[in-house]
């Protein structure tokens, strides 16, 4: 992974020098918390750490880019999610609220958790098609919610105080995480999407 890293950045500073630019770009990195395709705008919450097995979804304010204009530039598009981190340790999950534009940490109650499950695990990817299962599952009339994390390779499920189930489904869901290459401020150049690239980045 550090290897396409360390590629992917060779090429944009290759594409740059064939734009005529005469100022190499920036990159910036995060998770998506919201994607407008109409308006062409894409949200993210930039990683503080810029550690790619334990990456920091905690720099506020939340940081908004126009996709780039060349759809050759861009990756597949980028699906939003709330969800910035599982702690199992503490039996916490820590959202983002776009209302308050800030995180909050929600108290869960574990109810079955399956540790080292990978991407190809039975429970997460149907072996007959080979396509991953859609999380989360939210089964308000249970009052649980099923979540995987395919960084952590944790299948979690987990209630939460009843107030909560009124969010929608994508405030316990990952957003991508993506990668924008850009010389002016929220106007990318490039866009590439890594989860759909790297999928245990979730």
């Given amino acids: 992974m550090i290897r396409r890293h360390m590629v992917w950045l060779v090429m944009m500073g290759f594409l740059a020098t064939l734009v005529g630019c005469g100022e190499l770009g920036k990159v910036d990195q995060g998770r998506v918390v919201a994607y407008d395709k109409e308006k062409g705008l894409v949200t993210l919450i930039r990683d503080a750490k810029h550690e790619v097995q334990n990456p920091d979804y905690s720099h506020l304010p939340p940081v908004t880019y126009e996709i780039p204009k060349n759809p050759n530039e861009m990756g597949p598009e980028p699906k939003a999610g709330q969800r910035m981190k599982l702690d199992v340790k503490r039996k916490q999950i820590v959202i983002y609220d776009s209302a308050s534009k800030n995180f909050k940490t929600i ?3 574990p109810i079955d958790e399956q540790d ?3 991407k190809n695990h039975p429970l997460v990817t149907d072996p007959e098609t080979g396509k991953p299962k859609k999380f989360p599952i939210v089964d308000r009339n249970k009052k649980q919610i099923t979540i995987y994390s395919a960084r952590q390779k944790i299948l979690e499920t987990f209630s939460v105080p009843e107030e909560y189930f009124s969010l929608p489904d994508s405030t316990w869901d990952a ?5 924008i290459y850009y010389k002016e401020e929220g106007k990318a150049l490039r866009l590439m999407n890594i989860t759909k690239t790297d999928i245990y980045k979730k």
């Fill in 116 to 118: 080292n499950i990978g």
């Fill in 107 to 109: 108290d869960i109650q």
């Fill in 175 to 179: 957003g991508d995480e993506v990668r």
